[in-house]
């Protein structure tokens, strides 16, 4: 049978409870043990909505409290490093939010001290799991698009009334690091060097922040805002291709959108988060041979052919709609024989840093900034 795995809970807000919770509850043999937050109100609904008993309201007590195996880290960003700092002096195994720090030298300690302490680490770049976007993914490590000409990668939150909204940490930087840029766009700088199998070198950035000032949710006061709203770069990978990236919360109307455009010299394809069953796609007919074309393209109004995602990558857990997530995907490569091996780890968080930080340098300096 296997090892039961004893997990504890930093930091139990909206993605504790909505992804990581879930997750670990889809795991056999997994067991959340103890959660920890500074809100008595979040560990409150842990206790009457999610059955944890042994709550805590700092980390470093419930370290030292509990044998624990795992830690979640779910805090605001501010919060990875010291907490995942403690949980390594304790042997504790680490899974991580996005982004993994505020600073590049914080995520590069965090790199050192997991690699030192032999911890297994991983980073909740969560969109790795879209069904569209593995076989996005799929198709890129074919090869059938040849060489690559364009990419462009955005990932936006764009509801309604955004003027208008409540400040809360995501406004801070220093709690948050960065805003839309960091926020959103980590997720969519992991995804396109894990699509292009290439690290970012080169980087150029413009940031803006629209609404300067807000009401602070929790104090019903008004703050300073001090990240960004929206954020676009221009970058170069380590093979020469060159790409677009736009981090935001700004997209009025659209809704949690992420779209990612490769074209190539064979092809092209153009994955959107909202469909996350189909992929457009424009190449040769030997490849689309080899999908279930939902809709065929090749005319004047609808040059791209949508392909509906294999039923092997979609991920979906039997008798549940819901699917797979990175962090069970985790739970696997933890369990497994022979040497820890996963990715998004570390040191894919410490790559996404360096870049986010190379931004903020090229922003100043008004210039292109080199990461090698
Ligand atoms: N992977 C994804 O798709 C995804 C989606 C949403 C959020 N996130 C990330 O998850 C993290 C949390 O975001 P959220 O939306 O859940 O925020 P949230 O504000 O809903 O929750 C954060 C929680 O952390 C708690 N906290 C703050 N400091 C703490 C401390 N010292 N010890 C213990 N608890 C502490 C807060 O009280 C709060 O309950 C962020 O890093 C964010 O970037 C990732």
Redo the contacts with the bound molecule.
Sequence with gaps: MAKRIRVGL??????????HIPSYRRCEDVEIVAA????ES?LEILRTQFGVERLY???AEMLAQEELDLVS????????Y??AMAAMEHGVDVYC???LALTVSEAQRMVETAEKKGIKTGV????RRTPAAMLAKEILDSGALGEIYYTSAVYAAGGTNYASRPG??RNMREK?GYGGLG?MG??ILDMMMWFLKADITEVTCRTRTFVPERIARDTGQPMRVTTEDQGMMLVTYSNGVMGYICGSYTFTGRGYDQRIEIFGQNGGLMYDQQHPYELQVYLPQEVLSRYTILREGGTKDRPYTTLLVPERLQGLIPGSPARRTVLMDFIDAYRAEGPFSFSPGFREGLKVQKVLEAGRRAEEARSWVSLT
């Design positions: 930093i930091g139990a807000g909206g993605i504790a409870r909505g992804y920890c937050d500074i809100s979040a309201t700092d980390y880290i779910c805090t605001s960003n501010d919060m990875h010291p907490a939010e996005k982004p909740n770049f969560s969109h809360t940490w948050a926020d980590s997720h």
